[in-house]
């Protein structure tokens, strides 16, 4: 089931959504990550105790117009996918082949061993996961970046779709609050030095994108 809210001047109302009976659907859960591109929705990862929580979900949007929801798992045509994990990011980005093909760019989150630092891009059209960054938890060799492995982080879509910019996180040692960009064109990602005063550090927080500007707002540290 889903609700969504409507609003006019100061009133607001909300409306509730029911699957058609014997429709597949995911079962409930808790810290997935879920994204909206045109009109459909994605949804991935998350506490279960009933499900592989590494399925991808997709919500049709224009359905929910009838009153009935309409769900569909993906089943990928790859090989490789995500394993399942929690708190991660998943984000909608404009492929470079066409302006129209969305993919989505999953970062991060943890899979009860690690937390982990890989980069994965899911083609809608082909229906396909690529592999873009392995996980590692050792330092880069060479002059590139690569943040650390984390959960609980931020991420907005920036520059045409084209970057994805994170922010925070946290793993059982550490809480972060470095902002980093990855560049879906060549897979490299960015650490961008703030000037001035800058948040603390935090997870499980949120953050959104306006104009050319990134808000964040709560969270929450280790021990407080």
Known sequence: SGASSTSSGTRSAWSHYQSAVGSAQPVARSSQWAVVSADRAYVFGGYTHEEDPGHLWMFHCDSAATG??????????????????????????????????????????????????????????????????????????????????????????????????????????????????????????????????????RFDHTACRAAESMYIFGGDTEGE
Do not use: C, K
């Open 68 to 201: 009935t929801t309409s769900w569909e798992l993906i089943v990928p045509t790859s090989e490789l996918t995500p394993t399942a994990r929690v708190r991660a990011t998943l984000s909608p980005v404009s492929l470079s082949d066409s302006a129209h093909t969305v993919g989505l760019l999953l970062f991060g989150g943890y899979d009860d061993e690690s937390f982990l630092s890989d980069v994965w891009l899911f083609d809608t059209r082909t229906v396909a996961w690529t592999m873009l960054l392995p996980h590692t938890t050792q330092q880069a060799v060479d002059a590139s970046v690569r943040p650390d492995g984390r959960y609980g982080h931020s991420a907005i879509t920036h520059n045409s779709s084209s970057e994805v910019v994170i922010f925070g996180g946290t793993t059982d040692d550490r809480d972060f609050n470095d902002v980093l960009s990855f560049s879906v064109g060549t897979r490299q990602w960015t650490l961008h030095e703030s000037t001035g005063a800058s948040p603390s550090p």
